[in-house]
C-alpha cells in the first residue's frame, strides 16, 4: 500500500497544470552563453507573448536579458500590473537562474498547450523575468556590481513594477521588509522592523511559502523560521537591501525568496528543486492582482500621471504611472482611498476589497481655484538614481 501510494504522489507531483506530463528530470546548469540560447529558444517558440530586452550590461560586457511575458509584449496596457523576478543577485547563489529558465520553458509551453491559468495570467500581467543580475558573479566569483545595479535602477524607472520577487540562496525561507532595524542589537538579536504593509508582506510571503513544497515546515537547513517566513531586520539587519529599495523608492512590493540550504546545487538536485518551487513561483505572481486599481482623470477624461494614491491609517502611497493608472496591493477590507495631484482638489473614495481579483476604482480630479490654498500630505518617493542599494 505504501508503495502504490507514493507511486500516485510521484504521479501527481509530475503532472503539469494543464494535466499533462511534465517531465523535468534532465534540468542542467547553465553558463551564460547557454541561459542566453535558452531564453532565445522560448522566445522563438512563443513569439506572440514574449519578448527579450536588455537593461544594460555587466562590468565585462555581458548583456543583462529579460524575457517577458505578455499578450502585447513591449507595450504596457493601462490597468495591467507589471511583474518580475530577479535571479542570481550573488553570483555563487545559481538555483534562482535554473528556476527562472524553467519557469519561462513552463510558461511557454503550458500557453501552447492551452492551460487556461497560465493563459488568463500572461493575458492580465506583463511579466518580466531576469534570471541572472549578476552573470560576471556566475562566471567568475561573486563581487560588488556597480553596473548591474544601475541598470536595475534604471529598469525600476522605466516600468511602474507592483509585485516582485528576488531569488536568493544559503537558506529556506520567504524574507519580507523591513531589512535594516533602525533600533541597535540588544543582547545580539536584531529586532523586527515593520513597515507600514506589514499584513499585506506577510501575506504575501506566506503565499510563496505554502505553495511551496517544503518551505511552510520551518526546519530547514539547521534553522527554524515559523511557516517559513520571517521579518528581514529580525532574521539580522542589513542596510541597502534591495526589497526595502524597491519598497521605499518605488511603487513595488518586493519580496526576497531564499530557496536552497545548497547556493550551488549539483544538477541533480535540479528537478526536485523546479517541482518544489514551481506552484509556488505561480502563486506569488497572481498575488499582483489583488487589492484595487484603476485611473486618474482630469476634468477632461486626460490621464493624470505621478498623481498620489493614498490609504487611510496605511503611511505608504502610491503614485500613478504615466498612463494615469494605479495599482495598490491591499488585503480584503473597507478602505477609504483619496488621490490627489499638485494643482487639482483632492477626491476620496471609499471601497471594500474582497479576497477575489483586484476592485476597480478610478478618480476624477477638477482643477482647484486658483486662491485654493492645497496642502498635499505628500509621500513623493526619493530620486531613484540617486539612491545606493545594495542586495541581501
Request: charged content about 20%; hydrophobic content about 35%; some cysteine.
Amino acid at each position: 500500500m505504501w508503495l502504490g501510494w507514493n507511486i500516485v504522489w510521484l504521479g501527481a507531483l509530475l503532472i503539469g497544470l494543464n494535466g499533462t506530463v511534465a517531465w523535468a528530470s534532465d534540468i542542467q546548469h547553465h553558463r551564460y552563453e547557454e541561459l542566453v540560447r535558452a531564453l532565445f529558444v522560448v522566445q522563438s517558440e512563443c513569439p506572440y507573448i514574449t519578448r527579450i530586452y536588455s537593461i544594460g550590461r555587466s562590468v565585462e560586457g555581458r548583456h543583462l536579458y529579460v524575457l517577458e511575458f505578455s499578450d502585447t509584449p513591449g507595450i504596457h496596457e493601462a490597468m495591467e500590473p507589471e511583474f518580475k523576478y530577479v535571479g542570481n543577485m550573488h553570483g555563487n547563489e545559481v538555483l534562482g537562474r535554473e528556476l527562472l529558465i524553467q519557469l519561462s520553458q513552463f510558461l511557454c509551453e503550458e500557453y501552447r498547450a492551452g492551460n487556461q491559468r497560465i493563459t488568463r495570467l500572461i493575458h492580465d500581467t506583463r511579466i518580466h523575468i531576469l534570471p541572472t543580475m549578476n552573470p560576471d558573479g556566475y562566471e567568475v566569483a561573486a563581487k560588488q556590481v556597480e553596473l548591474e545595479t544601475l541598470a536595475v535602477i534604471k529598469w525600476m524607472q522605466n516600468y511602474n513594477f507592483v509585485l516582485s520577487a528576488n531569488l536568493h540562496g544559503g537558506a529556506v525561507v520567504a524574507n519580507y521588509p523591513f531589512d535594516k532595524s533602525r533600533d541597535p542589537r540588544i543582547r545580539g538579536k536584531t529586532t523586527y522592523a515593520t513597515t507600514p504593509d506589514d499584513k499585506i508582506f506577510k501575506k504575501l510571503a506566506r503565499t510563496y511559502s505554502y505553495a511551496h513544497s517544503w518551505m511552510h515546515k520551518g526546519w530547514n537547513c539547521g534553522d527554524f523560521f515559523d511557516e517559513g517566513i520571517t521579518n528581514g531586520a529580525s532574521w539580522y539587519s542589513l542596510s541597502k537591501g534591495m526589497q526595502d529599495f524597491n519598497y521605499l523608492y518605488t511603487n513595488c512590493f518586493e519580496i526576497t525568496l531564499e530557496l536552497s540550504c545548497d547556493k550551488f546545487p549539483p544538477a541533480s538536485a535540479l528537478s526536485r528543486e523546479w517541482l518544489g518551487n514551481r506552484e509556488a513561483l505561480i502563486s506569488f505572481l497572481e498575488q499582483v492582482h489583488h487589492g484595487i486599481k484603476g485611473m486618474v482623470y482630469d476634468n477632461n477624461n486626460n490621464p493624470i500621471g505621478n498623481a498620489e494614491i493614498s490609504v487611510a491609517g496605511i503611511n505608504h502611497d502610491v503614485t500613478t504611472g504615466v498612463d494615469g493608472d494605479y495599482f495598490r496591493l491591499l488585503l480584503p477590507g473597507t478602505y477609504t482611498v483619496t488621490a490627489s495631484t499638485s494643482g487639482y482638489l483632492p477626491s476620496t473614495s471609499t471601497v471594500t476589497v474582497g479576497p477575489a481579483e483586484a476592485i476597480q476604482l478610478h478618480f476624477y480630479l477638477k482643477v482647484a481655484p486658483k486662491d485654493t490654498n492645497l496642502t498635499q500630505s505628500h509621500h513623493s518617493k526619493k530620486n531613484l538614481s540617486s539612491a545606493k542599494v545594495g542586495p541581501r
